[in-house]
């Protein structure tokens, strides 16, 4: 059985601005994930280069900035069993062109540039924790007790 573990996901400016900040939540959910964290933002310079540091020395990285501080956010934090790698799996490819029908990517996005949401990678060990800590304050994380858990987990 894997972990249960926590994950960093977040609505992008275009998936805010064209309403589906609800459908992506619902589809968390209906999969039995917890959300232990969520906040409506605007995410500035700084903490874009931050938060995509990796990418610095890309072609596309001034244009992926401009882009994630453009409108609001909906920064996330869900908790579940291998919770990582299924938020990844739900999401579909980077490229929503390349991603399956039913994934998140696969149904709300045709561009690369413009695909919907972020969710941590799970083959960066660490990197769900890490983007968790720069979005988040340990308080804002809430403990609680979801009623179907007995339902969900053997
Ligand atoms: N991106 C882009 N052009 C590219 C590659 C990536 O605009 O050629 C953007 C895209 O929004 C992607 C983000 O940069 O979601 C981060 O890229 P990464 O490879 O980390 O993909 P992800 O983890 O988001 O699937």
Redesign the pocket.
Known sequence: MADTERTFVMVKPDGVQRGLIGDIVSRFEDRGLKMVAGKFMQIDQDLAEEH?GE?ADKP?FD??VDFITSGPVFAMVWEGQDATRQVRAMMGE?DPAESAPGTIRGDYGLD??R?VI?GS?HEDEGANEREIALFFDEEELVDWDQIDESWLYE
Request: charged residues 10%.
């Open positions: 995509y990418h596309f244009g992926l980077t690369l540039g695909n972020h990678d």
